[in-house]
């Protein structure tokens, strides 16, 4: 029988979905999700438990190949949560201890400690900044302060990994992982694409317990069915699948995903650029034999943020009312937020930094705050988008959009505002599933990247306001309530 779907499965950091994708129609034709749940033990931890996202992951995967037929999928791809750690058993494949989440600061003073001659020799090697967002630290961590763990180590039981890596392992029994979630665990040489040696023995993680890195594009094993065998081809860490599936495909293209966090990619092709104003250098991509790069900038808390007011303030009961509480009032008021629940990352990478309002008074209402927190992640992205057109030495005229805010026509017409360039929403907004559905069919000989780019269709081009003083006006307002909350 034709085999004509390929299902992307991704893995994010608050739900789990997966797609079916029909690569004759091109588009995709049935999905599932299942939400992931947190864990805050301590201020600025979190945590989850992995057995929890393999099995949510198992079920949406399930109710998918239930919908296409297994026998009619070509395939799988696979985005997933970057530098989420996982530590596992071997032998059985349970979980040694809690997930530590990107998100999670507990390793901030040992990061903030780390020698200059080490700083240097991370940004250097893997395009990173030291910092508790990455993995390396947080694999240190929990062999430190976790029996368990260290007791399979002793053994040789002990598997450490990404989120892609362990739902690898638990579907395919294959030790793996991708050159892109490779490249965000602080200890990846991302031009020579293995792990470095001396960062290993620095974070005292021996690569033995580490996945071996492939391309994007790889066949990474083999998910067995009743109705038949389906390849795993195609992983990608969830901020590249999104670049990959917005056809940001060469130098000079770029992406903003409204995801948990805001991330900001732009496409440096085969130039890895080492960044100056606290952005990152990053792997893009990794398929048909050669290596794109990319920079990165990114946001800890943007849909967060909407989450928090929806959830923790009761403002309103769903997150898409927010677009109708900010247009209805004519600005925020005075109203200034800093999204920093757990810390600022690039450009200012303040582990401390806690989120705050300014410029409250008696006449504020939930209307200003939820537009001040709306505004927070447009101005997020324009502070990243400065260091970048710095770094690079290019402009960026326009910027791709997708993640769940991007269907925030408030926010994305007041993005374009502030950054002064167009802000182009796709038809099909799940760019990062797209990417790995493409990423797999890309493996399989089902897709090239012509075609890839060509199917890509804009629903809505959002264009910037000619009165540029304005909205610098406003950046500059927003920037000092950014100074009162550092540290």
Request: glycine letters at 8%; aromatic letters at 10%; a neutral charge.
């Amino acid at each position: 029988m034709n085999k004509k779907y390929v299902i992307a499965l991704d893995a994010g950091t608050t739900s789990v979905r997966a797609f079916v994708y029909d690569t004759e129609k091109k588009l995709f034709v049935h999905g599932a999700q299942q939400e992931v749940s947190q864990s805050f033990p301590q201020s600025g931890w979190v945590e989850q438990d992995a057995n929890e996202i393999y099995y949510k992951a198992a079920y949406v995967l399930n109710d998918c190949i239930s919908y296409a037929g297994a026998q009619n999928v070509a395939g799988i791809g696979i985005a997933n949560q970057r530098e989420t750690v996982v530590l596992w058993d071997k032998t059985t494949g349970e979980p040694a201890a809690p997930a530590v989440v990107w998100q999670c600061r507990r390793t901030s003073a040992f990061c903030a400690a780390i020698e200059r001659d080490v700083r240097e020799k991370i940004t250097s090697v893997t395009g990173l900044v030291p910092d508790a967002y990455f993995s390396a630290s947080k694999i240190k961590w929990l062999l430190d302060h976790c029996e368990h763990p260290r007791r399979l180590l002793k053994q040789g039981r002990l598997c450490a990994g990404t989120v892609d890596s362990y739902l690898l392992y638990k579907f395919t029994g294959e030790f793996a992982t991708d050159y892109t979630n490779a490249s965000r665990t602080m200890l990846f040489d991302i031009r020579k694409l293995c792990w470095d040696n001396d960062l290993c023995d620095y974070f005292s993680v021996s690569p033995d317990i580490l996945p071996q890195p492939k391309p994007c594009d790889a066949r990474f094993g083999v998910l067995k069915t009743s109705g038949a065998d389906l390849p795993v081809a195609g992983v990608l860490g969830d901020q590249q699948a999104a670049l990959f599936g917005q056809a940001c495909l060469h130098a000079g293209e770029g992406k903003i995903t409204y995801g948990t966090g805001l991330f900001l990619l732009f496409h440096t092709g085969d130039r890895c650029v080492r960044p100056q104003g606290g952005l990152l250098s990053t792997i893009g991509c990794a398929v048909n034999g050669k290596v794109s790069y990319a920079l990165e900038g990114s946001a800890f808390n943007a849909g967060s943020c909407v989450q928090w007011l929806r959830d923790g303030l009761g403002f309103f009961e769903s997150s898409a009312e927010s677009e109708r509480l900010a247009r209805s009032v004519e600005n925020s008021g005075g109203v200034y937020f800093v999204p920093a629940f757990t810390g600022l990352g690039a450009p200012h990478w303040d582990a401390d930094a806690r989120a705050l309002f300014c410029g409250i008074t008696r006449g504020t209402t939930r209307a200003h705050m939820t537009r001040a927190v709306l505004e927070s992640i447009a101005f997020s992205a324009k502070e990243l988008a400065d260091c970048m057109e710095r770094d690079s030495g290019l402009c960026l005229a326009c910027v791709r959009c997708d993640g769940g805010a991007s269907a925030n026509d408030f926010l994305m017409q007041f993005q374009s505002d502030v950054l002064g360039a167009a802000v182009d929403r796709p038809v099909l907004r799940e760019s990062t599933a797209l990417g790995a559905a493409y990423a797999c069919a890309l493996s399989l000989g089902l897709a090239d990247e012509e075609g890839i780019a060509a199917r890509r269709v804009s629903e809505r081009v959002f264009k910037p306001s000619p009165d540029r003083e304005r909205y610098a006006a406003l950046y500059r307002e927003y920037k000092k309530a950014v100074a009162r909350a550092l540290n």
